[in-house]
């Protein structure tokens, strides 16, 4: 026998057992197939919970009203206005007591509701109809915004708000982000960096609400 062979083919084995497994991919959760990365998503929203779709199942229910309109395909839509700034007034009005907030409309509840990023997740409270009107009456992005599958996620920096009408897998997918990187009451510089870089990331996919919707 050749013990040193097996001494080394031995430390090999040892050496790949104490490594990590390769992550398994995501898997449909109506199909079960494994799921590339940037795959599509569902919301229940009797449940208001998110599952990862592959495309066949995704296209099932793109159309209103499938399985009696309980889950719904995120779309992949980002939008601007660049005729419809926001000012810190939208703040105000909606009682926003923090930079980032995101917003959208709970069919089956009839809520509008919004989202504030923190280090324990996203903080959730009800916005009266009266003040959204106020804030984001006029807003044109606001009108266009689809129930349950979208959101208008919004930033105040020095003055200025950004507005973007985003998929709502988008937002939880910021919250997830700054929980793991917020220290301290603000966040601090690590927050705000991953925050000056998903809104620059924002920036350059977002096509003007104009083109999209005449598209």
Do not use: K
Request: glycine share 10%; with cysteine.
């Amino acid at each position: 026998m050749n013990t040193r062979r097996v001494s080394r083919d031995g430390t090999a084995l040892l050496r790949r057992l104490r490594e990590p497994a390769p992550p398994r991919p995501e898997q449909c959760g109506l199909c079960g197939h494994d799921l590339p990365p940037g795959h599509r998503h569902l919301v229940d929203v009797e449940e208001r919970s998110l599952a990862c779709t592959c495309t066949a199942c995704g296209l099932l229910f793109q159309q209103h009203g499938a399985a009696g309109g309980r889950y719904r395909t995120v779309p992949d839509r980002y939008l601007h206005d660049p005729d419809g700034a926001l000012d810190e007034r939208v703040w105000s009005v909606l009682g926003v007591p923090v930079g980032t907030v995101f917003l959208f409309r709970n069919a089956v509840l009839d809520r509008l509701l919004a989202f504030y990023p923190g280090p324990a997740g996203a903080t959730e409270s009800e916005v009266d109809e009266e003040a959204w009107q106020r804030a984001l009456g006029t807003s044109r992005l606001a009108a266009a915004l689809e129930p349950d599958v979208e959101a208008l996620l919004l930033r105040r920096t020095e003055g200025r708000v950004a507005c973007y009408l985003v998929p709502i897998d988008v937002c939880y997918e910021l919250v997830g982000r700054l929980r793991r990187c917020w220290h301290g009451f603000d966040g601090g510089a690590e927050a705000r960096a991953e925050l000056d870089a998903f809104f620059g990331r924002l920036a350059l996919r977002a096509r003007p609400l104009t083109v999209a919707v005449t598209a």
